[in-house]
């Protein structure tokens, strides 16, 4: 090991993704306990939803993991989205094999991306890719900002809300094709409805979607 990573170690610890307890070198980045005891959605990895035929999630959204995915997203994490996408891309190979063709995702708004200075599911699309040995393919565009509490509320409030906030910047890659669509969570399923009926209005064959968290039925 050389003395710049031996310095940065120190100076930056590794810590476990989800409850942030400091790892010994070289055990990943979730920690033991964790590793036992985080909430697995286990024998019931999938729900169903408008527009896909299925979601898997390897987790579900509470406790550390819905506190890790927070940090994730608005904390400035990126990093994180290596370790989730090791969970997920683990889920996808059990759950969703031979199922798709090609791996996409739920893009950021352009005001999001310039805030946060990353797209954490692109990030997290990227980690499942490299696992799985996949080119992740850009196919949606996020063309309205939706205001945080314009996501909550009825689901019906929900959908009106969403309803045109995402376009197909990527037409032929779509046509014809099983999509496996990633986001980094799913709770009552709106955001990936929206996209999936966008991808399926430009021919896509069928949509299929992955997310490391899901809520509990
Ligand atoms: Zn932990």
């Known amino acids: 090991m050389g003395l710049i990573s031996l310095l940065l170690d120190v100076l930056f610890p590794p810590k476990c993704v989800f409850c942030g307890e400091i790892l010994p070198r070289k055990e990943g980045r979730i920690c033991e306990k964790c ?6 959605t286990g024998s019931h990895p999938s729900q169903k939803g408008d527009f896909f035929s299925v979601c898997v999630a390897p987790l579900y959204y ?3 993991v819905r506190e890790s995915l927070i940090r994730y997203k608005f904390g400035g994490a990126p990093g994180y989205g290596a370790v989730y996408g090791a969970l997920l891309a683990e889920c996808i190979s059990g759950e969703l094999e031979g199922r798709w063709d090609i791996l996409t995702w739920v893009p950021l708004s352009a005001k999001r991306y310039k805030e ?16 799985l040995g996949v080119k992740p393919i850009s196919t949606l565009r996020k063309v309205k900002h939706i205001p945080k509490q314009a996501t909550m509320g009825s689901p019906e409030k929900r959908r009106a809300n969403i309803s ?5 910047s990527n037409r032929e890659a779509v046509e014809g094709k099983r999509i496996l669509l990633i986001d980094d969570i799913i709770t009552s399923g709106s ?27």
């Open 116 to 131: 946060r200075g990353y797209d954490q599911a692109k990030l997290l699309t990227d980690a499942v890719g490299a696992k």
């Open 35 to 40: 590793k036992s005891e985080l909430p697995y």
């Open 191 to 217: 955001t990936l409805g929206e996209c999936a009926r966008m991808l399926r209005q430009s021919g896509a064959a069928e949509v299929v979607c992955a997310a490391v968290a899901r809520s509990r039925d």
């Open 164 to 168: 045109g906030a995402y376009i197909v």
């Open 62 to 64: 509470e406790d550390e």
